[in-house]
Nanobody
């Protein structure tokens, strides 16, 4: 059974940092492009970052460039999202997802497998 499990979310003050993890079971993440998405209350799900199946290509939404970093640990079959300089507008449920497409894309409907999400709340 293919499964993605996110972890690492929490409550953090503005300017703080978190590292989100996306662990896979039942399949090897290296063969998939992985995306991170987020959804705030009352808003549509938006793409935050992605890393191609080869690991050679990454992409970031303009709103997170310079603050978020996506990476892959093949040995742990896990993809990470390091998020720094957090802002209140980063508050959302963060999801990771996998697609068999080789290109790094941040369009939700192109992803086949989704995790259950992890809550990130940025508040003082």
């Amino acid at each position: 059974q293919l499964q993605l499990v996110e972890s690492g979310g929490g409550l953090v003050q503005p300017g703080g940092s978190l590292r989100l993890s996306c662990a896979a079971s039942g399949f090897t993440l290296n063969y998939y492009t992985i995306g991170w998405f987020r959804q705030a209350p009352g808003k549509e799900r938006e793409g935050v970052s992605c890393i191609s199946s080869s690991g050679g290509s990454t992409n970031y939404a303009d709103s997170v460039k310079g603050r978020f970093t996506i990476s892959r640990d093949s040995a742990k079959n896990t993809v990470y999202l390091q998020i720094n300089s957090l802002k209140p507008e980063d508050t959302a449920v963060y999801y990771c997802a996998a697609t068999s497409r080789s290109m790094c894309v941040m369009t939700p409907f192109l992803y086949n497998y989704w995790g259950q999400g992890t809550q990130v709340t940025v508040s003082s």
